[in-house]
């Protein structure tokens, strides 16, 4: 049973470029959640996906947004890096309802903007 | 607004000495809590989980957890830690008034010295 999966596993991009990146759940789950996870900090909550909408939303500007396909994988999309956009994007996968507390996470993109 | 809290940034403890992590949350309501572990450069692997019932709660690896409702607590626990349980530790919480994310604490680093 294959786990949550992620694409790329490191990325280097130049500050005010656009990155995009992608994440499959586990198997029998529907729902993805996106965090941050900054140098020596607990993850950040950026938004979840859930019937291939989002359904709530952490304290990210407007230029982190998202998609869900109907397979249940989802892409995270960042315009306009800043520097501070460095981190590394944990993706969460969990099914709905009371169990989507329990969210299985993915090893993670490594992003780096110069 | 929820939080989470880890006073120990770092521990060292000896192998085969045991090990107490400390978590403590601010929420109104009851909490759902989880305990996850990272390996450097890794993502998060869920160790335990907490819904409700019996407030002790086993998990992988030889670990365990105890919710105190009274002290807004959900501490830690391995009887003898193993060289391998070097990592660093991130309590979670989520909560039904606050939608489907987890909000983590900032993580305590264990080191492992034999």
């Known amino acids: 049973d294959a786990g949550v999966t992620q694409s790329p596993t490191h990325l280097i991009k130049t500050r005010g470029q656009q990155v995009t990146l992608r994440c499959s759940p586990k198997s029998g789950h529907d729902t993805v959640s996106w965090y941050q996870q900054a140098l020596g900090q607990g993850p950040q909550f950026i938004f979840q996906y859930y019937e291939e909408e989002e359904r709530q939303r952490g304290n990210f500007p407007d230029r982190f947004s998202g998609h869900q396909f109907p397979n249940y994988s989802s892409e995270l999309n960042v315009n306009a890096l800043l520097l501070g956009d460095s981190a590394l994007y944990l993706c969460?996968?969990?099914?709905?309802?009371?169990?989507?507390?329990?969210?299985?996470f993915g090893p993670g993109t490594r992003l780096t903007v110069t | 607004a929820q939080s989470v809290t880890q006073p120990d940034i770092h521990i060292t403890v000896s192998e085969g000495a045991s090990l107490e992590l400390r978590c403590n949350y601010s929420y109104g309501a009851t909490p759902y809590l989880f305990w996850y572990v990272q390996s450097p450069g890794q993502g998060l692997q869920l160790l335990l989980k907490?819904?409700?019932?019996?407030?002790l709660v086993q998990g992988i690896k030889g670990f365990e957890a105890e919710f105190k409702r009274s002290q807004s607590s959900f501490n830690l626990r391995k009887p003898s830690v193993h060289w391998s349980d070097a990592a660093e530790y991130f309590c979670?919480?989520?909560?039904?008034?606050?939608?489907?994310?987890?909000?983590f604490g900032a993580g305590t680093i264990l080191r492992v010295k034999s």
């Open positions: 907490y819904f409700s019932g019996d407030t």
């Open positions: 969460a996968s969990s099914p709905m309802g009371l169990h989507s507390y329990e969210q299985y």
């Open positions: 979670a919480v989520g909560a039904r008034e606050y939608g489907n994310k987890l909000v």
